[in-house]
């Protein structure tokens, strides 16, 4: 028999699951308690919202925590624009996402569920709200929907908090609640560990970009880069350049990035992060140096501007990247771009600014050339 | 034993009064915008003084000491 995956039952466009049709799917959640949390430590499980944190270590410390956790939140504010993985996993498998919350709430003893959802995931929204009403759990935990506004940091898990806490979808430095904050398909593969002991070994990416037919894919973990280009239907195009990762992602060589395992453990050894689970092919059509240029104005408008360096600090930079953009390559603001790179990188309440560094450095690593050469050709395309 | 200290600042609360700097320009120095860089080290003894006079001068007390662990990597790059 073949290992049950998240996805796994009826296509994502016939819509969610509903209780019943979960239920005889999976079964129901047999490990709780002291049991799941030692399952979820042997599992490896790693946080599917970006940082790729060991869930087990989170949990450990959580339940160390003096007043332990109260709220526990299960983040699908998915602000990333181009992915879709958190909010179709929600509008189609509503109840995983429900049990890995409740089972996470119940092995840390914590009071109060929260489902904090993108605002703009209309479907995921209607799936999550008609899924609580379906579930008995409401009785005894409290569980609600907080919405996550359309803003890339709203996802950031500190002004997920703050949003749950005050209302303010900002980073905060000060923590707002005893909360425990994960990524919707973490939690989903939480309701796997609770039932089998250990996790799907796949992971949702969301394919963008120059390939036949972008969306949104559960691979094995031993599956590449390629394999996932291939599943959405190959390259439309020729290819330039992969983006693994999303907006605070690395930019990579095709020769490079095809032959990459998705496997979060993997990734990680060679330096990398499959982020947000976005994987963006980069057609040879397009210029790089303008798209690099797009994404870092749209970033750089993103910031909660609430840090001098990360507010003042992205716009500059994404101020130069246009002008090399527009007006052509000059050293002086290839110069400047490094050096406020390296200057504006861990200055954040928050990692905002971390997050578009390591995206802008490796825009200059691997489009050098296209930098150095770059013609005042004005912007083609914007992102 | 006393422990060695560190400089932090609260990125949220700092508003680039640039005091900081100009008190011990040997562990700060102002970013084009004007907003501090911290050096990532332990302050030496003779300038941890200076160190607290710009933690006491910082007009939104976003500036402040901490404890400097060497066996902990994990605290090194946080808030520095």
Redesign the interface.
Known sequence: MTEPRLLDGKPSHLGAEGYREHVARLGHMTQHGRALLESVERSGLTGRGGAGFLVGRKWRAASKRPGGVVTVVANGAEGEPRSQKDSLLMATRPHLVLDGAVATADALRAREVVLYIGEKHLAARQAMGRALAERAEQKRLAMRVVLAPDRYVAGESGAALHSVADGVAL???APALPALVHNVETLAQVAMVGRRGRHTGTVLVTVAGAVRRPGVLELDASATVQDAIAGAGGAAVEPRAVLLGGYFGTWLDCHRAFGLHLDPAALKEAGLSLGCGVIGLLACSRCAVCETAGIMRYLSAESAA?????F??LR?LADACTRVATTGSNVADLTRLQR?AT??R????CKHPDGVVLFLLSALTTFSTEFANHPAHGERQSA | MRHDLGLQVDRIRCDGHGLCAELVPELIRLDDWGYPILTDSVIPRPLVEHAQRAVDACPVLALGLRRWRTTDPASRGRRS
Request: glycine letters at 28%; charged letters at 10%.
């Open positions: 980073p905060t430095s609430q840090c001098g360096p990360c003042f600090g500059a406020w200057e504006v861990g200055r954040g309440g």
